[in-house]
């Protein structure tokens, strides 16, 4: 799968801004969905073809583009976190798998 531009790059930019959103705080997490894989549905709300065509976009992103991009499906933050907030479960998670550390496919 090829990514294309513009409108590839403004969605990137906009998944970056979402992902920087999230770095404001980091909570003291009890646990996080159980896959460390860069696209992780663990509400099982997806097909198989979706979740491979997003392992696909992820991968290619990471290959062309250098791009660590990851996927995360969950229920609700307080499966996680009771009465938490998302940007603060994404940044503990963030952390806790060691993404964005700088090396593409840390996850």
Known sequence: MKIET??????LHLLVVALLAAL??????????????AVNDAADLLSE?????????TSEAAT???LE???VIIDSVDVYDPG?????????????RG????ATGSW
Do not use: C, K, N, Y
């Open 6 to 11: 513009p409108q590839s790059a403004r969605w």
């Open 24 to 37: 404001v705080t980091v909570p003291a997490m009890a646990s996080f969905p159980p896959s460390a894989a």
């Open 49 to 57: 073809s979706e979740l491979q065509l997003l392992r696909s976009a």
């Open 64 to 66: 062309s583009h250098g």
């Open 69 to 71: 991009v990851v996927v």
């Open 84 to 96: 938490g907030q998302i940007e603060p479960f994404a940044r503990a998670l963030f952390d806790h």
């Open 99 to 102: 993404i964005g550390g700088g």
